[in-house]
Structures are given as structure tokens and as C-alpha cells.
């Protein structure tokens, strides 16, 4: 959240217009919502991927194309490329993407045209649940320059040791979200054909409605998986309070 928010605000100032999608992360809705306001920022939220939805929301004043891809939690995709190309056409506009879900290892955001990229390194860069650190990457020279200044002038620095944790994790990341994804994809298609599921969100199934765009953007599916449970919220309470912890017990005794 610190790379998202110390980025936004070093670029926007009074009277600027963003465009974000919703949904979008907890942190990122909460941001725009509570702490841009108060700078006199204008948000507009158009559904999450809907590039149509993007381009009307255009004004004359829009500064910020905000996108995420794959969307915490609900998995919804954004054509990257095409997002990229709507940004283009507003001069001085910039585009970002959060490509946490995705990790630089499955989709190469800066190669399909967008400004600047965000990972929570907290999540798969991190992998090893102790740390807390996020990233912020341009391949524009200027922009990165300013916004490096930016961040050592705010103090938005993350400590030594974290960063060399955080390396220790990117070594083993490539073989990670690889084994990630082929899991994620049993897991999914195992569930899509289980009786008491009834809908399951995962880019890698032909049935997710964004299947096209993640075969064209995506290496492989990540491993994040959504799922509706049959007969409602009591039913999901179930599975997750009971039978997720017998399954856990059952693991803890091997
Ligand atoms: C977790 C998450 C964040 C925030 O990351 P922190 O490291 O917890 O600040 C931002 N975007 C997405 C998509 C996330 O899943």
C-alpha cells in the first residue's frame, strides 16, 4: 500500500481526475475513498476490466488510469494491452497497474505498455510470510527518477533487512508461481466438477468469462482461487470452519 499510495500522490495534485476500477483491493478502494478526497481529487469508478467504461470516463482533467489484474478476490482480468493503448490517448495521463495476483513471473505488465506497475512483495515476491514490502516499477527513465526522489524526500523506504529477504525470495520465485499454478489449476478444476460447488472463479478454466485475455496476457493462472458454495452463506461457514480444519488436522499428522 505504501508503493500505491506514495506513487498516487506524487502524481496528482488538486483538480486531477482518476479512473479505478471496482472492485478493486480493500486497501487501494479505502485509499481513493478516505485520503485522495481530501486532496480535491475527482474519482470515478468504472467495473473492473470494462475498457468501454474506461473510455467514457475520460474528462478533460483525467491524470490517472488505474487497473488491476487479476483483481483481489474475485479474479476479473483487464486486457492489459488495450488498457495501455486507452491511457495513450490522454496526454500527460498515466497508467498503473497492480499485478500482485499475477506476479511479474506470469504477466509482463511493462511489456504490454503500462507506466508504472505495482506487486504487494508482502504475498509472492515475499513467499515465505515474513515480510511486509511492495514494489513500484517504471521503465520510464524520468518518471522513475522523480518518483524516486519523491519517495526518499517522503521517507517511504523499506528497511535493509526486509531487502534482503525479499531477494532471498525472488531467487525461488519462478519455480514458485509455476508450482502455484499447476496446483491452482487442479484445485479449480477439481472443485468445478465437486457437486456442492456451484460457480468457480479461475483465469485458467475455459469457463472464467476472461479466459481469452488470460491465454493472451498470462503465462500461467497464478494460484488464487474463488468459489461459490451451494446453499449459501451457512454452507460456506461449514466449509471453512469445519471442514477446512479437519483437513488441516489430517495434514499436521503425517
Ligand atoms: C495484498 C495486496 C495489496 C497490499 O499489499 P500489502 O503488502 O499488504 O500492503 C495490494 N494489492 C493487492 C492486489 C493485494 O493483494
Redesign the pocket.
Known sequence: ????SNTILALIKSGDHIIAPDPV?S??YAFLKQIINIYGVEVTYVPSGDLDAYRKAIKLNTKIFYG?TP??PVLSLLDLKAFADIAKTVPGAISMC?S??ASPILQDTLGAGIDIV?Q????YLGGHSDL???SMCTSDPDLFFYLSEHQKITGNIMSPYTASILLRGIRTLPIRMEKHSDNALQVAKFLEAHPKISRVFYPGLPSHPDYEVAKKQMKKFSGMVVCDIKDGMQAAKTFVQVRLRVIEKKLARK
Not at 504487494?120 to 504475498?123: F, I, R, V
Request: aromatic letters at 14%; charged letters at 15%.
Open positions: 500500500m505504501a508503493a500505491i483491493y486497501g487501494v488491476e483483481t483481489n497492480d500482485t495476483f505495482f504487494s512483495c508482502t504475498k511486509l514490502a511492495g
